[in-house]
Every structure is written in C-alpha cells, then in structure tokens.
C-alpha cells in the first residue's frame, strides 16, 4: 500500500548516521543524497527531510521488515550500539498475531522504529 515514506529530522548527518547503522542488518542502504536522503534495498522507499530549523519533529511509528528473526536481533543490536533508547527488546507480540517478532527503538529525532519479521521462527 505504502510506496515511500519520509520523516523530518534535526540534524541529518546524525539521523543519516544512525539509519545507516541499523537499517544495514536489514538489506537497507543509502539509495540517493545529497538533499533529502533516500534508502531502500533497490530503489529509495524511505526518506529523510531536513526539517524547518527550531521545528520540533512529530513523533512518527516506523516498521521496517526484516527477511528473519535473526534480522529483527540484529537491528537491535545494532541500534543499542548506536546508542539508541530501547522501547522493546525483541520478541514475539502474540497480541498482533502468533509469529509478529518485533524489536522497538528510538531514533536521534525520537521515531519509534521497529523491525518485525512476520515469519514463523
């Protein structure tokens, strides 16, 4: 349903920095820059916007699918050697449905990011 999404952040060398980091167990990289940074696995589906300077962002919930569990562990890993907040460490959230197996974690910007693997272990 989603072809892109973009998020505005304050400061977008430490936000590049940090999706760089944990969308990398992921497949995902940097696509297209200078400008707003765009990030995919073969075309850019994800954006980051400079945002408006003083402007406080919105809090936004970010998913992003990862092939297998040993993914979603390595996002979060990943992310707690970003130095990112974590929200949830992983595990399976039977209450979306029986094999959701998701990790959350905060950005620089203060985004709920999250990979689930929907896959059965």
């Known amino acids: 349903m989603l072809d892109h999404f973009s ?3 304050r400061d977008l060398p430490a ?3 940090f999706y760089d ?3 990398a167990p992921l497949g995902g990289r940097r696509i297209m820059e200078p400008g707003p940074i765009g990030y995919g696995v073969d075309s ?3 954006w980051l916007v400079p945002g408006p300077a003083g402007a406080a962002p919105l809090e936004a919930h970010i998913a992003f699918t990862a092939p297998d569990r040993a993914a979603v562990q390595a996002f979060h890993d990943a992310a707690v050697a ?3 907040e ?3 460490a992983p595990r399976v959230w039977p209450e ?3 094999t959701y197996f998701g990790a959350f974690v905060r950005d620089p910007d203060g985004n709920n990011v999250e ?3 929907h896959r059965p272990e």
């Open 86 to 88: 974590v929200l949830h």
């Open 82 to 84: 970003a130095g990112a």
């Open 44 to 46: 850019p589906d994800f």
């Open 96 to 98: 979306y449905h029986p």
């Open 21 to 23: 980091t944990v969308l």
């Open 115 to 117: 990979a689930v693997c």
């Open 15 to 17: 936000s590049a920095a």
């Open 7 to 9: 998020v505005m952040v």
